[in-house]
């Protein structure tokens, strides 16, 4: 048998309200690069296989906000995001960045990092699993064998080559066969 087999994945519907008040929110016109790639991740979230997709851009080329029209496509079909970044400034500077954002378009977004208090992680803890936190941004506190998702429909993994193979697929784990966006700023070459 030739080629590897495609996961079984999440079939999302795309294009919804919350993405379009999203799209309006934003204070600038998306570029064509960026319109592309969102219009390539929507199919992708649609298909009956599991997405593993790397977006790969300079800093500063919107991939935050190509990532939050992914994210919002999957809380839009009832399931939860999560973006796991390598350390805690990336997942707050993350968190500051979609907060606004999130708040605007009625989603619910958190934050989990190493220095979170033993209460405040009991209580994201719970949310978590009763769904009540529609997007999760965090460090690999993430991963951690504590935290149950509800419905998680979406990883997206910051500069994924800072983190190990084992926990990538710990975050993935957290789902059933959730879609995967990696990003990074990194240039990583296509044979990989």
């Known amino acids: 048998k030739k ?10 519907r795309t294009g919804g309200q919350i993405q379009k008040k ?9 570029t064509s690069a960026q319109r592309r790639v969102i219009s390539e991740i929507e199919r992708d979230m649609a298909s009956a296989q599991s997405m593993n997709r790397l977006l790969q851009g300079d ?16 809380c839009e079909n009832g399931y939860q995001a999560a973006l796991m970044a390598p350390t805690e400034i990336l997942a ?7 907060k606004g954002w999130s708040a605007s378009l009625g989603l619910k977004i958190e934050l989990l990092t190493g220095n ?12 978590i699993e009763c769904g009540e936190v529609d997007i999760m941004v ?5 991963i951690q064998e504590r935290i149950t998702f509800r419905k998680l429909g979406l990883v997206v993994i910051d500069e994924q080559h ?9 975050l993935r784990k957290k789902g059933i066969a959730p879609d995967v966006l990696v990003m990074t700023a990194t240039p990583i070459p296509r044979t990989l």
């Open 3 to 12: 080629g590897q087999g495609l996961t079984e994945g999440i079939s999302f």
């Open 22 to 30: 999203f799209f309006e929110l934003i204070p600038f016109n998306l």
């Open 59 to 74: 800093v500063g080329s919107g991939k935050t906000v190509v990532s939050m029209a992914a994210m919002i496509t999957a």
């Open 92 to 98: 707050e500077q993350h968190y500051r960045n979609l």
């Open 116 to 127: 979170c208090k033993t209460l405040e992680k009991n209580e994201l803890h719970e949310q």
């Open 138 to 142: 965090g460090t690999h506190a993430l």
């Open 162 to 170: 800072r983190f190990g193979v084992v926990q990538r697929a710990s």
